[in-house]
């Protein structure tokens, strides 16, 4: 089975310390050329910060890049590549805007700040796990198909379309390490009635929304 953890979708937020305006961004990315695109696209938003801080991870120990931006060495990259790693995904660029407010933080309270920013960012995209799925059609009578009901709408099965005819047809996709269990709860539940077919897999995220 393989397995992604990274960020459910693009988001950003905004975190306000001694005056300063730390505005952290974070996204799901796939290459470091779209990291570094998502980081310019930052910068565009705000130039009057003084300093866009980002640091991104690409695979599980893969590609690893950050920046302090002329922050203190140590005190920005670092501390927002942390917020990645200590997060467990990857595939992840994040990057933080700051507007100084006319008080100096000290290394160890832009550590803090940026780190606290990061975070924020990170907590409004949501951590995702993608997995390989097995994608299935079943075709059942109307009565089967309500017996299939409880089983069929758990959050870990993914509908991916409906026909009705004589029949109903289901197009589903669910984990692959799950199908076993639920090829057979199918069969028990409706004594072998129902046409279970095997119909490819794909790599997608479980508890979509």
């Avoid at 801080?53 to 920005?76: K, M, W």
């Avoid at 507007?99 to 000290?106: A, C, D, R, T």
């Avoid at 379309?161 to 197009?171: D, H, K, Q």
């Amino acid at each position: 089975m393989s397995e992604k953890i990274t960020l459910g979708k693009s988001a950003s937020s905004e975190l306000v310390e001694k005056k300063s305006i730390f505005r952290g961004y974070a996204a799901p990315v796939e290459s470091e050329a779209e990291a570094q695109a998502f980081v310019e696209e930052v910068r565009k938003k705000h130039p009057e910060a003084r300093h866009t801080v980002y640091a991104y991870l690409l695979g599980t120990g893969g590609i690893a890049r950050c920046s302090d931006d002329g922050e203190p060495q140590g005190s920005a990259g670092v501390p927002v590549l942390d917020v990645i790693r200590k997060g467990g995904f990857s595939d992840a660029v994040i990057a933080v805007s700051r507007v100084f407010g006319g008080i100096l933080l000290g290394a160890g309270g832009l550590v803090r700040a940026y780190s606290a920013a990061a975070k924020l960012a990170v907590d409004a995209a949501g951590i995702v796990t993608y997995r390989t799925f097995t994608e299935v059609l079943l075709t059942c009578s109307y009565s089967d198909r309500g017996k299939l009901g409880p089983l069929l709408s758990s959050d870990r099965v993914i509908s991916d379309g409906i026909e009705y005819a004589e029949n109903v047809s289901l197009s589903l996709a669910l984990p692959e390490e799950d199908f076993p269990a639920f090829a057979e709860e199918v069969k028990e539940l409706t004594a072998g009635r129902v046409s279970l077919s095997v119909k490819g897999t794909r790599f997608d995220r479980i508890c979509k929304g």
